[in-house]
């Protein structure tokens, strides 16, 4: 098959879930399929990575996004009720730009990855379409607002729910096929609404060759979170453990180590730093440090579709504790393959508890592995995703 993808950003490098997802299904499917790519960037410096990935494509175009220019359609698009993720990479020259590069050619497939894609829906009348929408942003903001303790922040995220809880919805409808990473997702956006019979659970895997423990760390009496933290969700997340849990671990174990890693940590983040509170900012590797920690954690309270730092621990064989929202998207089992805590006191005794049981630790390490090796491979979710378009294919040309 042609196929023709629209991507936010340039698939690489791997440190997004996006950008990661587009990568590894141009990867797989230039092994049958000729790819071509229309994907954004926003500094000349992300150029250096187009080798990483242009291999896999047949052509591709690359439009340069002016944040000042975004901004501004943002702000515009606002005093018309369109959502933020919907004006900052759209407008009508950037659509005639598109339009004028893909008119004399032919595609089998059109995939958009993400809502922000979503609006070139509508220039494929006679091809088949298929929105990758990943999660529902409007759970995630909904979250955010309700979590968000700034007022003026908190009423931003309010009007992004508001504005684009029917938007993803109609986007929804008007392509062939929809991907959503889980049934919470799902349920979220056909809320009140006539449900979609358009639209396709599909999660997306963790590399498990990568994210394998190699025994060459010695063990450190260490737990870790890992992630974007500029990321508000994963700021609040951070937070929320400094605040209401890690002090009662503290009492019980005085010489434990908290390592938080991950790239452009705020200074509300860094000021926590301490002798028993590590702050990394970005590493290259984030393998060394899950490999000396014990536990892993994932205190999210705000989030959408499946969490990576979850299944990448579990994939590195650490035992994770982590709340129910952030396992929603993964559906791993409580006490089994993994510890599901809410309460601030449950989590921070599910923790205590973890560190004095090492054989308690050794068997949920061993099962969070075991599930990742049969549930959560890339290798899995590829074939389903690479079936699943060709059937569409199949049928659109009966």
């Given at each position: 098959m042609k196929i023709l993808f629209f991507a936010p950003r340039l698939p690489f490098p791997l440190s997004q879930a996006d950008r990661m997802?587009?990568?590894?299904?141009?990867?797989?499917?230039?092994?049958?399929?000729?790819i071509t790519l229309i994907t954004f960037y926003e500094e000349d410096a992300e150029l250096e990575y187009l080798n990483e990935f242009c291999p896999y494509l047949y052509d591709y175009k690359l439009i340069k996004l002016k944040k000042?220019?975004?901004?501004?359609?943002?702000?515009?698009?606002?005093?018309?009720?369109?959502?933020?993720?919907q004006s900052y990479y759209n407008n009508k020259s950037m659509k005639n730009d598109?339009?004028?590069?893909?008119?004399?050619?032919?595609?089998d497939i059109v995939y958009m990855h993400t809502i922000r894609m979503s609006d070139?829906?509508?220039?494929?009348?006679?091809?088949?379409?298929?929105?990758?929408?990943?999660?529902?942003?409007?759970?995630?903001?909904?979250?955010?607002f309700e979590y968000h303790t700034n007022l003026r922040i908190k009423v931003m995220y309010g009007l992004e729910y508001l504005l684009i809880r029917n938007f993803e919805y109609e986007r929804a409808r008007a392509a062939d096929m929809v991907?959503?990473?889980?049934?919470k997702d799902i349920k979220f956006i056909e809320q009140h609404k006539i449900p979609l019979n358009n639209v396709i659970p599909l999660p997306h895997g963790v590399d498990h060759r990568y994210f394998k423990k190699s025994y060459n760390e010695p063990k450190e009496k260490a737990i870790i979170f890992t992630g974007k933290l500029e990321y508000p969700p994963n700021e609040d997340a951070v937070l929320y453990f400094l605040n209401y849990i890690f002090p009662?671990?503290?009492k019980e174990h005085s010489d434990i180590i908290f390592y938080c890693i991950g790239k452009e940590p705020s200074k509300n983040i860094l000021k926590y730093q301490s002798k028993n509170i590590v702050v990394t900012g970005f590493v290259d590797d984030l393998r060394p440090y899950l490999e000396r920690s014990?536990?892993?954690?994932?205190?999210?309270?705000?989030?959408?579709?499946?969490?990576?730092?979850?299944?990448?621990?579990?994939a590195m064989s650490l035992p994770v504790v982590c709340t129910s929202v952030a396992n929603e998207g993964i559906n791993a089992v409580d006490k089994r393959d993994l510890i599901l805590k809410d309460d601030p006191r449950e989590f921070a005794?599910?923790?205590?508890d973890l560190l004095s049981n090492e054989n308690k630790r050794t068997q949920i390490a061993a099962n969070a592995r075991s599930f990742i090796e049969r549930e959560y491979t890339w290798e899995y979710f590829l074939d389903r995703f690479e079936v699943h378009i060709e059937n569409l294919h199949s049928q659109s040309s009966q």
């Open positions: 997802t587009v990568f590894y299904y141009l990867r797989h499917l230039s092994k049958k399929h000729e000042y220019q975004a901004y501004f359609r943002v702000l515009m698009g606002l005093l018309f009720l369109k959502p933020m993720q598109v339009m004028n590069w893909v008119q004399n050619k032919e595609f070139y829906i509508d220039m494929f009348r006679n091809t088949p379409k298929v929105l990758g929408l990943q999660i529902s942003m409007g759970l995630n903001y909904k979250r955010m991907f959503l990473i889980s049934n009662l671990i503290l014990l536990i892993s954690i994932n205190p999210m309270r705000i989030c959408a579709g499946l969490q990576n730092k979850v299944i990448e621990a579990m005794d599910a923790i205590c």
